[in-house]
């Protein structure tokens, strides 16, 4: 991501990522749509998480992809792994990616989110609910 330069410019890029992140329009059949989550705690953010939630807006954008919906989350306890990106596919549960940036966004993109295909970087679960 380049610097800003501009108050123009911090604007149009304040628009671009509001426009993306509206969570009004979607948030009525959010079960329906992927939901990307980048870990947004001290560790991620010092990792790169900004950069990684940017970048895949950018490329769902680009790639005319709207059943997307984009959040940030607080810390989800994998300080080792971040950035990390939980990733819900419609009727499916959620996935964790760690260490994700780099050409690692694409990929999880193109194989994961598009065609529900598995890459190498999950986290497992290690942990049971209360009512497992």
């Known amino acids: 991501m380049s610097k800003i330069q501009s108050l123009d ?3 149009k890029l304040q628009k671009e990522l509001t ?3 509206d969570l009004r329009e979607k948030g009525q059949n959010i079960e329906r749509l992927v939901q990307v989550k980048v ?3 001290t560790c991620g953010i010092a990792s790169g998480a ?3 939630l940017a970048e895949f807006m950018r490329l769902a954008k680009e790639r005319g992809l709207t059943e997307i919906v ?3 989350t607080g810390c989800m306890g994998y300080c080792h792994s971040e950035p990390t990106v939980e990733i819900t596919r419609p009727g499916e549960e ?3 990616y760690g260490n994700v940036k780099g050409d690692r966004i694409r990929e999880i993109l193109d194989s994961y989110i598009l065609r529900g295909e598995m890459v190498d970087g999950i986290i497992p679960t290690a ?3 209360i009512h497992e």
């Open 19 to 21: 426009s993306a992140t």
């Open 127 to 129: 942990y049971r609910t």
């Open 50 to 52: 900004r950069e990684t």
């Open 39 to 41: 870990s947004m705690s």
């Open 94 to 96: 959620p996935i964790v």
């Open 9 to 11: 410019a911090l604007r």
């Open 70 to 72: 984009f959040t940030q």
